[in-house]
């Protein structure tokens, strides 16, 4: 990946230290950028290569920033609030979190992801001891947490009135336990590849709306500016209640595979609709299912 990624500097403890004792020569002023250039990369994060190579994924500022407003308004962050990134940074997974968190002027603590099952008291005595209010856990995370400790212990650690699940497909019975734990708790259930932007999907839940989830689990409807559409094998948008292809569009969109021009071809498509010419979204892989009420269902 380092190789693939042709970067000009790799940031060491060592350089990390040179860095800060000659940090008060660096200029503290934002760079100058021309307007009329494209946007500037975010960052690159390579996917998990369960399907290949791993391959590096260049996402803007436009879509961080819509992800990040969307979140923030829809979480209610606040100054107030305190997250904690249990999983790595490499992952975009704990992005969620992160950016948002900072960017609202709320606290974000940091714990060290080997470490939180390994020593599942201490990761909840910690976490209720910084008074957390909003989590993002993988779900095996969550069970794991839970047959450590229990549900209960998980439900009201702190303050936490908010738990994002994502990076996997969450076990509704699990989410419903949490919910019975904690008057207080909101879930959302939370989807989306790394090529468009952290999450794209969410369905909030809450202990009176729940019943449904169990009955009928959804991925949800889409985060704000983002356009969810369900095709068949030539592209064409299918009924409701017929399974097809999730196509992604809007404004999480990546800007591509880093040097992959070919295969950023092949998955970042021309939107398939009339009237839309220019446009692109990119192709997910995933089977899913539109319901009447206009949620998506994951189907494989």
Known sequence: ML????????????????FLAQAAAYPTTAPVLDAEAAEPTAYVIYTSGSTGQPKGVAVGHGSLRNYCQ????????????VSALLTSYSFD?????????????????????????????????????EQVSVLKLTPSLVQ??????GVAALARVGRLRLLVCGGATMAAADMAALLASN???????HYGPTETTIGVCFQPLTGESIGGFVAQPVLGGPIANVELLVVDG???LVP?????ELLIGGAALAQGYLHAPDLTGQK????????????????????????????LQYVG
């Not at 190789?3 to 230290?17: D, F, I, K, R």
């Not at 008057?183 to 259930?189: C, K, P, T």
């Open 144 to 149: 794991g947490l839970v047959l450590s400790q």
């Open 234 to 236: 030539q592209g064409q």
């Open 240 to 244: 409701v209640g017929v399974v097809g």
């Open 93 to 129: 997974l704990g992005y969620t979190v992160l950016f948002p968190t900072l960017l609202r002027g709320a606290r974000l603590c940091l714990a060290a992801p080997e470490q939180v099952l390994a020593q599942a008291g201490a990761t909840l005595a910690w976490l209720d001891t």
């Open 268 to 295: 970042f498509v021309a939107h398939p609709q009339a009237g839309q010419a220019g446009r692109k979204v990119y192709r997910s892989g995933d089977q899913v299912v539109r319901l009447p009420s206009g949620q």
């Open 183 to 189: 008057a207080q708790l909101r879930v959302f259930n």
């Open 3 to 18: 190789a693939h990624s042709q970067a000009p500097l790799t940031l060491t403890a060592e350089l990390y230290e040179q």
């Open 70 to 81: 969307w979140f923030a308004h829809e979480a209610q962050l606040s100054e107030q609030d």
